[in-house]
């Protein structure tokens, strides 16, 4: 029998957008330095584009940002509705953090919108995420679009999306311990910071939030005169069978359920129909809402892989799952999920940032996981090695030994247990950026 020869990879082709990319983050000597001086700068010698805007909805919080967007802009244009949506980070390319009247933003339109800020920029120093949120801003201002929702990139009061003067919404997702170094090493620090997206007079949605939390928003919707509306108080949302149920004073409106899997996106959607419901000037039927709630798209949430190279390694009944989720707050809400995953074993492929908390992120988790494979995220400087990531593991009671790589740490999981399992490769949007690329 001649030897099996190993598949040859695709070679990632560089796009014209890579070095102007590239270039941009020699800019500034810190990846991460929040400040609203520089941005605001920027901005004003590109004419103010923050401020000529269709209406904006801004999202805040720790966990569930880029979902609550996600059904809000699937609910959106199944409406009718045009809609401009920038997000971060992305998962395989730049392009999809800049979405524009429905689009991706293709390369060539990008690479010349960061050439003229890189222009007008005149190499001053200005981070990466500010320069490229600023081209963001030019895009939207300069293409007719209903509506632009906007991800902060890292906290509120100081990130560069919040120079936007007067959005139609507010929204707060759960807040949790995350980015303590920029942020603070409390609770109330870091709500205080996310609670720096409040507006006077411009109304604040917001998920249900632990005590701490929840005074910090209270207090600060006080101070400005912000009207707070809350999960539990104002509205609510409830699985029930099949479907989900969302209601609001004395209404109520029997929804599908969610096309992202998992009870925390069950409250993500809840958040976006209540948005939906309290956009001003808009019409959005129960129609769209319940339709949006199941076409919503979203990699790297609790999606499973069924094709690609990694999924082939599987035998017949195992399932191959990703999720990009990396914070204790994101391990809270998948080891709820995984009461549901009670009918096979469950394995994890673990890789995280050293920025991160892996301990917190994997004790909630470890009732649940039979063992765990620890891996390096390739191309990240500031990844866990994997020996780290597997001693993380081991220190709250996980089965777990480092791997070389994802490929062959799901090889060493499927040859330990001959029982059909589950696998799900998890503990950073960066790893699972990676695997997406890989796996394609």
């Not at 001053?124 to 209903?146: G, N, Q």
């Not at 920029?182 to 709500?191: K, S």
């Not at 995280?352 to 996981?369: E, F, Q, S």
């Amino acid at each position: 029998m001649p030897p099996r020869l190993r598949p040859t990879r695709k070679r990632k082709r560089r796009l014209s957008s890579d070095p102007v990319l590239d270039r941009l983050t020699r800019l500034h000597p810190k990846l991460i330095d929040l400040s609203l001086d520089r941005v605001e700068a920027l901005l004003d010698r590109l004419g103010r584009p923050h401020e000529r805007l269709p209406p904006v909805v801004h999202v805040a919080g720790t966990n569930g940002k880029g979902s609550v967007i996600a059904f809000l802009r699937a609910i959106l244009e199944t409406a009718g509705y045009r809609v401009h949506a920038y997000i971060s980070p992305h998962l395989v390319r730049f392009n999809e953090r800049i979405r524009v009247a429905g689009r991706l933003i293709d390369d060539d339109r990008l690479t010349a919108l960061l050439e003229e800020c890189e222009a007008v920029n005149a190499g001053a120093p200005v981070t990466f995420f500010e320069i490229t949120t600023a081209a963001a801003m030019l895009a939207f201002a300069r293409t007719p679009a209903d509506v632009t929702l906007l991800e902060t990139g890292l906290g509120g009061r100081l990130d560069a999306t919040n120079l936007v003067p007067r959005p139609l919404l507010s929204v707060i997702t759960p807040i949790s311990m995350d980015h303590m170094q920029y942020l603070g090493d409390t609770l109330e620090q870091i709500a205080a910071e996310k609670a720096g997206i409040m507006k006077a007079g411009v109304p604040c949605l917001t998920a249900a939030q632990g005590r701490k939390v929840a005074r910090v928003l209270e207090r600060r919707a006080a101070a400005l005169g912000t009207p707070l509306v809350k999960e539990g108080a104002d509205w609510f949302v409830l699985g029930r069978g099949e479907g989900v149920l969302f209601c609001e004073g004395d209404r109520s409106l029997a929804l599908p359920r969610p096309g992202l899997p998992g009870k925390h996106q069950v409250h993500n959607a809840g958040l976006a129909v209540a948005c939906a419901r309290r956009m001003a000037g808009f019409s959005i039927p129960e129609a769209a809402i319940a339709a949006g709630l199941g076409a919503v798209e979203w990699p790297a949430r609790l999606q499973r892989l069924t094709k690609g190279s990694l999924p082939a390694l599987l035998p017949e009944g195992w399932e191959l799952w990703l999720d990009g989720g990396h914070n204790p707050g994101a391990g809270r809400v998948l080891a709820e999920h995984f009461r549901h995953w009670r009918d096979r074993p469950l394995h994890l492929v673990f890789g995280m940032l050293t920025t991160k908390d892996p301990i917190g992120y994997l004790k909630p988790l470890a009732p649940a996981v039979t063992r765990l494979r620890a891996v390096a995220i390739p191309g990240e400087a500031n990844s866990l090695a994997a020996e780290q990531a597997a001693g993380a593991a081991s220190s709250v009671a996980i089965a777990a030994a480092a791997a070389p790589s994802v490929e062959a740490a799901i090889r060493q999981l499927v040859e330990a247990d001959a029982r059909p399992g589950r696998i799900l490769i998890c503990g950073s949007l960066y790893l699972a950026g990676t695997v997406l690329r890989d796996n394609a």
